[in-house]
């Protein structure tokens, strides 16, 4: 019954029925006060679900990292200040929005997947691998790539790319799913689409990075900080992951 229903509806309606049962869960939450998006300043009871519970933000679609790494540069970084290249690869919606309105800073946003867009995304201002990004070294003050590496098969030739592209003294904020529970990142291409997705967390990821993801990066020249500043702020409040680092990668 239930293919049958989706058959019937199809995939528009079924991206509006989606949106409806959103727009209803978000009409629920918002009478409450316990969580608030730092982005957008939203408050609710708790944030949607989005593959887990109390995850997304209705109003401007942020999720946990994307709060993360917005109160990291804007309390802990001078990112909003001054004139600044910045190039932003996959750009996130929540924080696309908000970098748009500061007219001090030359943003760009790159992304090769271009059809992945729906709900958290943007459509990007250039298509562009991260493994081949079409711009001159030393350009960029700041590089912003989360969670792509693991859609990457030469990850290492794409973390390369970014410290070439980074001016010296730049920094990149370069985020994956980190499972700290491994030591060494396992490998999953070449594995069926089911297997991936067990071990890898979406049918889609090439790999699940391990421990040694700092030292991966470092592999490409980065100085890398892992930042657990998320432990300075209340997780709770803001509806961030207790445990995510913050991998801060620095071009000397």
């Not at 001159?136 to 592209?165: Q, S, W």
């Not at 980190?178 to 490998?187: A, D, H, M, P, R």
């Given at each position: 019954?239930?293919?049958?229903?989706?058959?019937?509806?199809?995939?528009?309606?079924?991206?509006?029925?989606?949106?409806?049962?959103?727009?209803?869960?978000?009409?629920?939450?918002?009478?409450?006060?316990?969580?608030?998006?730092?982005?957008?300043?939203?408050?609710?009871?708790?944030?949607?679900?989005?593959?887990?519970?109390?995850?997304?933000?209705?109003?401007?679609?942020?999720?946990?990292?994307?709060?993360?790494?917005?109160?990291?540069?804007?309390?802990?970084?001078?990112?909003?200040?001054?004139?600044?290249?910045?190039?932003?690869?996959?750009?996130?919606?929540?924080?696309?929005?908000?970098?748009?309105?500061?007219?001090?800073?030359?943003?760009?946003?790159?992304?090769?997947?271009?059809?992945?867009?729906?709900?958290?995304?943007?459509?990007?201002?250039?298509?562009?691998?991260?493994?081949?990004?079409?711009?001159?070294?030393?350009?960029?003050?700041?590089?912003?790539?989360?969670?792509?590496?693991?859609?990457?098969?030469?990850?290492?030739?794409?973390?390369?790319?970014i410290y070439r592209v980074l001016k010296p003294g730049g920094y990149a904020i370069i985020q994956a799913a980190v499972n700290n529970g491994i030591e060494k990142t396992i490998e999953?291409?070449?594995?069926?689409?089911d297997e991936r997705k067990r071990i890898a967390g979406a049918h889609q990821h090439v790999r699940r990075y391990g421990k040694d993801y700092r030292q991966r990066l470092a592999a490409?020249?980065?100085?890398?900080?892992?930042?657990?500043?998320?432990?300075?702020?209340?997780?709770?409040?803001?509806?961030?992951?207790?445990?995510?680092?913050?991998?801060?990668?620095?071009?000397?």
């Amino acid at each position: 019954m239930k293919t049958f229903l989706k058959n019937i509806v199809g995939p528009s309606g079924r991206k509006k029925l989606r949106a409806l049962q959103a727009s209803a869960r978000a009409t629920v939450y918002g009478l409450g006060n316990n969580v608030e998006c730092p982005i957008c300043g939203s408050t609710y009871s708790q944030f949607l679900p989005f593959n887990r519970p109390n995850a997304l933000c209705y109003t401007c679609k942020s999720l946990e990292r994307h709060r993360l790494v917005y109160l990291y540069l804007k309390n802990r970084t001078d990112f909003f200040e001054g004139t600044k290249e910045i190039l932003h690869f996959a750009p996130e919606k929540c924080l696309h929005d908000v970098i748009r309105t500061f007219p001090n800073l030359h943003y760009q946003t790159a992304d090769l997947m271009t059809t992945y867009m729906d709900v958290i995304g943007v459509v990007p201002d250039l298509v562009m691998s991260v493994t081949d990004i079409q711009f001159a070294a030393d350009t960029f003050d700041v590089v912003i790539c989360n969670h792509v590496f693991e859609l990457v098969p030469d990850d290492a030739k794409g973390m390369r790319e970014i410290y070439r592209v980074l001016k010296p003294g730049g920094y990149a904020i370069i985020q994956a799913a980190v499972n700290n529970g491994i030591e060494k990142t396992i490998e999953t291409k070449d594995l069926s689409a089911d297997e991936r997705k067990r071990i890898a967390g979406a049918h889609q990821h090439v790999r699940r990075y391990g421990k040694d993801y700092r030292q991966r990066l470092a592999a490409a020249g980065f100085e890398v900080e892992v930042s657990q500043y998320v432990k300075e702020l209340d997780w709770k409040r803001y509806g961030l992951m207790d445990d995510e680092d913050l991998y801060i990668c620095r071009k000397k």
